[in-house]
């Protein structure tokens, strides 16, 4: 099992920065990918960013050039750092975090932090 738990959302005006962090702990060895995913209201959870245990990393298309996932391996952490920030990029944000066990994969969440962008 994989457990995570999620900090740093809050409140902000537009255009300004937002860290998340999320620590995880438990069976992190066998965590293939960590992400964050971020649900709006009345709106399907999607992927922000993510990154893989060998360093690659994915954006969603109106996060590029102003969000940046990373890993901490020695700490377990992984932080969004989130600058420009639009009302557009109001929602909870989830850590998520994918690991396998032989062939089959699992999926593990966080509680949900929120963040409000304010115009």
């Known amino acids: 099992q994989v457990q995570l738990v999620e900090s740093g959302g809050g409140l902000v005006q537009a255009g300004g920065s937002l860290r998340l962090s999320c620590a995880a702990s438990?069976?992190?060895?066998?965590?293939?990918?960590l992400g964050w995913y971020r649900q709006a209201p009345g709106k399907q959870r999607d992927l922000v960013a993510a990154?893989?245990?060998?360093?690659?990393?994915n954006y969603a298309d109106s996060v590029k050039g102003r969000f940046t996932i990373s890993r901490d391996n020695a700490k377990n952490t992984v932080s969004l750092q989130m600058n420009s920030l639009k009302p557009d990029d109001t929602g909870v944000y989830y850590c998520?975090?994918?690991?396998?066990?032989?062939?089959?994969?699992?999926?593990?969440w966080g509680q949900g932090t929120q963040v409000t962008v304010s115009s």
């Open positions: 438990g069976n992190i060895f066998s965590i293939t990918r």
């Open positions: 998520h975090a994918r690991d396998r066990d032989g062939l089959v994969e699992y999926n593990h």
């Open positions: 990154i893989t245990s060998g360093g690659s990393t």
